[in-house]
């Protein structure tokens, strides 16, 4: 079978990691379950920023959010090392700027997930994703983001959404833990 991936908050845990990233940079503490209750993908405004001042923050600290140590969800590396010995195709499709695209790639083989170079597809907007979805005529999709995810939802490849906050009025088969995976695609 074919299985293609965001990364983003649906293998690794990034928007959290860059949180943090912003508590040490504006010296501010907001609680994390201020983090875990919003309900779009942008994260600034616990630290009080306007949408504009957020958007400048984040591309500013994109080097750190993109290769210190953001983790993986838990199981999200064994769930894909698992699915790749058993003679899985692992595509990977992340609308990463071209700039960090080979980067990201490298950094996602240190950390040990399974990349093919040839399966790895970056440098394009969240709505150009769904071209290369349809292209690689996948069996199943999984990401975070309903937007993507929407627009797929009349094609043959079935949909998996990595549970997040902002994720939560998408009625689809739902990744919480990765653990869980192997289970939702033997339904």
Not at 115 to 136: A, P, S, T
């Amino acid at each position: 079978m074919k299985f293609g991936f965001d990364i983003d908050d649906t293998l690794i845990n990034l928007r959290e990691h860059a949180f943090q990233i912003y508590k040490k940079k504006l010296n501010q503490d907001p609680p994390l379950d201020v983090f875990h209750a919003l309900n779009r993908v942008e994260i600034h405004e616990p630290f009080g920023l306007t949408d504009t001042e957020g958007k400048d923050m984040w591309e500013s600290s994109l080097e750190e959010i993109y290769y210190t140590n953001c983790p993986a969800f838990p199981g999200a590396i064994e769930t894909l090392m698992e699915l790749n010995r058993n003679g899985h195709e692992i595509y990977y499709i992340t609308a990463r700027p071209k700039e960090h695209g080979e980067r990201t790639k490298k950094w996602m083989k240190v950390q040990g997930f399974p990349v093919r170079d040839d399966h790895f597809f970056y440098g394009m907007q969240d709505n150009e994703k769904i071209h290369i979805i349809r292209k690689l005529k996948l069996d199943y999709y999984v990401d975070d983001k309903p937007a993507v995810l929407n627009t797929l939802t009349d094609d043959s490849v079935k949909l998996i959404i990595k549970d997040q906050s902002y994720n939560q009025d998408l009625e689809m088969d739902r990744v919480v833990e990765w653990a869980e995976f192997k289970e939702l695609i033997s339904k």
